[in-house]
């Protein structure tokens, strides 16, 4: 069992930045996959961008060059750097882990997720 806990969303003017922060506690399995993912009312919750363990990086199209994914992997915590804010990017953004055992099991879980709201 793993929890997520993310937090540093809020309110901010368009042009602005936030970052966000998920930690992760629990029996993490060393192959996988952590990711950010936001969803607006009435809509799938889409990718915003994810890291590997082995350092892949993917981002959704409408955050490149704009948000930044990092993580600490001594402290079991995944960033979200967001630059550039726009009003679009106004969302409930949560935090995912899928992570496979040595029997091949895979295993995801999410984070109660955290509002950003970015006003013009």
């Known amino acids: 069992q793993v929890h997520l806990v993310e937090s540093g969303g809020g309110l901010v003017q368009a042009g602005g930045s936030l970052r966000l922060s998920c930690t992760i506690s629990?029996?993490?399995?060393?192959?996988?996959?952590i990711g950010w993912y936001r969803q607006t009312p009435g809509k799938l919750r889409d990718l915003v961008a994810d890291i590997s363990s082995d350092g892949t990086v993917n981002y959704g199209d409408s955050v490149k060059g704009r948000f930044t994914i990092s993580r600490d992997n001594a402290n079991n915590t995944v960033y979200l750097q967001m630059n550039s804010l726009k009003p679009e990017d106004t969302a409930v953004y949560y935090c995912n882990i899928d992570h496979v055992n040595d029997d091949d099991e895979w295993f995801g879980a999410w984070g109660q997720g955290t509002q950003v709201t970015v006003t013009s």
């Open positions: 629990g029996n993490i399995f060393s192959r996988n996959t």
